[in-house]
T-cell receptor, first 115, second 114 residues
Framework: DAGVIQSPRHEVTEMGQEVTLRCKPISGHNSLFWYRQTMMRGLELLIYFNNNVPIDDSGMPEDRFSAKMPNASFSTLKIQPSEPRDSAVYFC?????????????FGEGSRLTVL | SQKIEQNSEALNIQEGKTATLTCNYTNYSPAYLQWYRQDPGRGPVFLLLIRENEKEKRKERLKVTFDTTLKQSLFHITASQPADSATYLCALDTVGGATNKLIFGTGTLLAVQP
């Protein structure tokens, strides 16, 4: 398997623009996680899905952020409108959840810069 | 409030020595604890998982301990090598209730000097 695939790897945009980050989890994994990483706050969980259903979105900063998982092989994280404080590396991860979260497999991340 | 704390300072050690990294937590009752390695510009990579009823887990040169009374995990790398230089993250698996999720500490940067 190719692992978790994220796109784009880098995105530079201007404040107010819409940003869409994409993720393809590992086939057969039933859980998908979106994390954000910054120097100040480390790796923060934004939202996670189990069997394509959003289970916990308590980490989503505000209404400007939304995430979808229309099927088992694709998820998006959207920021609209974007702000400079959204600049961070966004990671998608997937796992096979049986009881516990299980081992997370991370993508290479999408580095977002909002000017 | 809930906290996961790792050594905030970078850890510098000499090649061949044992590196010991600490993960302390408050106001969590994790069923599992995991350790990950992260290299610059890359996503974290899973290393080890230890359950709350396990005291110690080993994998090659790695050893993890988990003390639920002290609310602490120690991560050891024996016979350290420059290639072990990276950031190491601990993560608590908060199993139970309606959701379970993996919450990460801020990480410790390890530098192994040749």
């Amino acid at each position: 398997d190719a692992g978790v695939i994220q796109s784009p790897r880098h995105e530079v945009t201007e404040m107010g623009q819409e940003v869409t980050l994409r993720c393809k989890p590992i086939s057969g994994h039933n859980s998908l996680f979106w994390y954000r990483q910054t120097m100040m706050r480390g790796l923060e969980l934004l939202i996670y899905f189990n069997n394509n259903v959003p289970i916990d979105d308590s980490g989503m900063p505000e209404d400007r952020f939304s995430a979808k998982m229309p099927n088992a092989s694709f998820s998006t994280l959207k920021i609209q409108p974007s702000e400079p404080r959204d600049s961070a590396v966004y990671f998608c991860a997937s796992s096979v959840q049986r009881g516990g979260t299980g081992e997370l497999f991370f993508g290479e991340g999408s580095r977002l810069t909002v000017l | 409030s809930q906290k996961i704390e790792q050594n905030s300072e970078a850890l510098n050690i000499q090649e061949g020595k044992t590196a010991t990294l600490t993960c302390n937590y408050t106001n969590y009752s994790p069923a599992y604890l995991q350790w990950y390695r992260q290299d610059p510009g890359r996503g974290p990579v899973f290393l080890l998982l230890i359950r709350e009823n396990e005291k110690e887990k080993r994998k090659e040169r790695l050893k993890v301990t988990f003390d639920t009374t002290l609310k602490q995990s120690l991560f050891h790398i024996t016979a350290s090598q420059p290639a072990d230089s990276a950031t190491y993250l601990c993560a608590l698996d908060t199993v139970g209730g309606a959701t379970n999720k993996l919450i990460f500490g801020t990480g410790t940067l390890l530098a192994v000097q040749p």
